[in-house]
């Protein structure tokens, strides 16, 4: 079945420029400052972070328009004059300085990924009035990156060996959970021996802490802050620990902090039970094959009839067993039903990939019907094995990400103490969230308490209900396939002082999907205006509407070396999507 041709390549997955700005903005409200009364950072939080001398920023250049900084910052933060952890930082300075309202953070999420990277891609996805007013800054947190790194075995044949379980977008047969519990109990019990003492010290309240002496150290008296995905984890707490020290904390894609922690309420509910993760990402295949269905085979190769039963039946044949495709470049490369799943939710953080899931499917279903013909068979063989080469998603190479994301999410949160009560788990999760709640509940399983012991003594673990200085904007996306559109609800509710803005849109997280959300959020990050109460935009690229025709360039995942490579793009050049992160299993991970 030949691929339609609105579709984009699969390798479009890393990058895309934005759509245009057609949906205008909301009608906005400004916010009152001073209308009410914030609550103050407590006296406990004040002696940690405030007796912490203000660090000198020896700013040297290290990229084209960029300028770079090594901090040195106490590991514990109860005891300042001792033991320190060295944070990297980086600024993409404001274009025009005479009018620089102060210092924008920005993290891309993870937990465990660089912010560094992000920050130098900047000129390329923020609004330009973004970057005339703010210097833009960003640190890799403690343990992650160019920061002290997290380390949790002795050599890469020792981590190799450990992780040897865990290379599966995630565990579906017996063979394969017994692996993957035998590598998590692996991976904890190295993170918490091997990994110490910094893995005991890369909690997120650590990293909020790490950014207010960071706050103070760029001369900013209040923090303006942009969180993605697990970026909104750390702006919830920040804003919580240091209230009254809030100039503007958008936060996008938004994880619920009391979710993301459990605790008395939760007993021993597991952490993808509480945020819903999978339930997101399979509300959003369900509407692209519901919308599959209605516009019917021109756009849709599943169409006419049913097209989430042909999906499952798709899954059915998969799952009866593995194939075998030749991947150019790369030979014979074993094709699951788990990496399929893997690769349609990695597809699901794009706006633009509904044509290649529903394509992908459909040549799934040509490949294993048995009444095709060889050619036909074979032909769909060579077709998916060419995407592969494209994807290149199971050619990850090895680095420490994994170990920065557990030790955060491990230290954080609270987590089931035997491993053995994992695939129960997720065999319920996946009932409760087809294809998805098995890979998400996965994730956190090196978590367990039994075998990740170490432990944060000051890890926050709320109250998130804290009144902040000024309101904080909370963003969530309807069809968000990590960070659950529910979950910025929530958040929206327990925060005072807050407003929530909804996105009609798709992928993950919505700042630049639309003029309207975009718009919205800088002018909060500028002038502190709210958009209206119950404002719902809608993303300019819709599944099976035909993309505009810049949205078809791609670009690589950001590096620090790609953006010193590149000049920074021109005033009112297109912008691209931010390079946000979620976390997902090692095997999936393509650099929540």
Not at 236 to 245: E, G, I, L, S, T
Request: net charge positive; aromatic share 8%; with cysteine.
């Amino acid at each position: 079945m030949p691929r339609p041709a609105r579709t984009l390549a699969a390798a479009a997955i890393t990058g895309v420029l934005l759509a245009g700005m057609a949906v205008a903005p909301a009608a906005a409200a400004p916010i009152a400052i001073g209308a009410t009364v914030s609550h103050r950072t407590s006296i406990k939080e004040s002696l940690r972070v405030d007796r912490v001398p203000t660090p000198k920023m020896n700013w040297a250049e290290c990229d084209e328009g960029a300028e770079c900084a090594t901090v040195d910052l106490p590991l514990d933060y109860d005891d300042p004059k001792g033991p320190t952890t060295q944070v990297a930082v980086v600024r993409v300075k404001a274009r025009d300085q005479k009018r620089k309202i102060g210092s924008l953070f920005i993290n891309p999420g993870g937990p465990g990924v660089p912010a560094i990277a992000t920050v130098l891609a900047s000129p390329y996805f923020l609004s330009d009035v973004l970057l005339e007013r703010f210097d833009i800054v960003g640190m890799d947190p403690r343990g992650v990156g160019a920061s002290n790194p997290i380390r949790c075995f002795r050599s890469v044949e020792e981590q190799t060996r450990a992780y040897e379980g865990l290379n599966v977008a995630f565990p579906y047969t017996k063979a394969e959970e017994k692996a993957y519990v035998a590598s998590s109990v692996a991976v904890g019990k190295a993170c918490s021996i091997t990994g110490k003492p910094i893995s005991g010290a890369m909690s997120t309240a650590q990293v909020a802490r790490d950014m207010d002496v960071l706050r103070r150290a760029v001369g900013d008296k209040k923090l303006t802050y942009l969180g993605y995905s697990y970026g909104s984890i750390l702006g919830q707490y920040y804003a919580n620990m240091f209230p009254d020290r809030v100039r503007a904390v958008a936060i996008d894609g938004v994880l619920d902090a009391t979710a993301w922690i459990g605790g008395a309420n939760y007993g021993d509910v597991d952490q993808e039970s509480r945020m819903r993760s999978a339930q997101g990402a399979y509300k959003a295949l369900g509407e692209i094959l519901k919308r599959c269905k209605s516009v019917g085979a021109d756009l849709c190769p599943l169409a006419p009839g049913d097209p989430a039963a042909k999906f499952e039946l798709a899954m059915q044949r998969l799952k009866a067993g593995p194939m075998v495709l030749e991947v150019p470049y790369l030979g014979p490369r074993t094709f699951t039903y788990t990496s399929f799943i893997g690769s349609v939710l990695r597809l699901l953080y794009y706006p633009w990939n509904d044509g290649d899931i529903v394509w992908l499917t459909a040549e799934v279903l040509r490949l294993t019907d048995p009444t095709a013909s060889a050619a036909d068979r074979e032909q769909a063989r060579a077709v998916l094995g060419r995407w592969l080469a494209q994807a290149r998603f199971d050619d990850i190479p090895y680095d420490n990400m994994m170990e920065a994301f557990l030790g955060v999410d491990c230290t954080d949160a609270n987590h089931p103490k035997d491993i053995a009560s994992w695939p129960a788990r997720a065999a319920r999760a996946d009932k409760r969230d087809p294809y998805f709640g098995r890979l998400w509940t996965w994730t956190s399983a090196p978590c367990a308490r039994g075998s990740w012991t170490v432990r944060d003594e000051d890890r926050f673990t709320g109250p998130f209900d804290r009144r902040t200085a000024n309101p904080v904007l909370v963003v969530g996306n309807y069809w968000d396939p990590s960070t659950n559109y529910n979950g910025a609800v929530s958040t929206s509710k327990l925060l005072p002082n807050s407003r929530l803005l909804s996105s009609d849109s798709w992928g993950h997280t919505a700042y630049g999907t639309s003029a309207c959300v975009t718009d919205a959020m800088d002018a909060y990050l500028l002038r502190l205006t709210l958009p209206r109460k119950g404002t719902v935009c809608k993303g300019d690229i819709q599944p099976f509407q035909e993309v505009p025709e810049f949205a078809a360039t791609t670009r690589a995942q950001v590096s620090g070396s790609d953006m010193a490579a590149r000049s920074a793009p021109v005033r009112g050049a297109r912008k691209q999507l931010p390079p946000v992160v979620a976390p997902l299993p090692v095997a999936t991970l393509s650099g929540r």
